[in-house]
């Protein structure tokens, strides 16, 4: 029996159940629906379609336009993410470039430190801003119940990484304009 090797096939396999799809559809796919909470590069897609393609869990059709190729699920793809999706989830691997950079704020210049915040903090505002704007569109169409669930924690992550931001002139000691 075939199975699911990591969540980047997991996540694909996930995609082609709405359909055959290119690997440049699938990454365009990933940036749409996923690509707020779990980011695909075009280098992992191709590479996971053709070991997924290898081992039976997708199909590759004939070369069309643009030389892109569909892949479509077969069965044992089906079957492979069924036990996939149903399994408990793997532990959350935190890894924030910002949080490191904090572990080590002590060598860095205090301005360049507020640079650093005040840039990350407006990404971070941003970011709600359209989660906000995208819950709008989600919440009025039909079955995107579990589209709008994970854009909620989205939402909720967001608001919690800026109450953080108001936190740190208090936890650095550095004066940061908010």
Do not use: C
């Amino acid at each position: 029996m075939s199975v699911v090797r990591n969540a980047t096939q997991a996540a694909l396999l996930g995609l082609l159940h709405d359909g055959p799809m290119s690997g440049w559809d699938l990454v365009a796919a990933a940036q749409q629906r996923i690509g707020q909470f779990w980011t695909l590069t075009q280098s992992q897609v191709y590479r996971e379609l053709a070991r997924m393609a290898e081992d039976g869990l997708v199909d590759v059709g004939v070369t069309g336009a643009r030389d892109r190729k569909p892949y479509a699920i077969t069965d044992a793809g089906r079957a492979a993410f069924a036990t996939w999706v149903t399994a408990d989830p793997a532990p959350e691997q935190v890894r924030v470039p910002l949080l490191l950079l904090i572990q080590f704020a002590d060598h860095i210049p205090a301005e360049r430190l507020r640079e650093i915040i005040a840039e990350q903090r407006g990404r971070h505002a941003e970011r709600l801003a359209q989660y906000r704007a995208n819950e709008k569109v989600l919440a009025e169409m039909p079955g995107a119940a579990r589209r709008l669930a994970t854009l909620r924690y989205g939402i909720g992550h967001e608001q919690a990484v800026l109450a953080w931001f108001d936190e740190l002139p208090f936890l650095l000691g550095v004066d940061i304009p908010l």
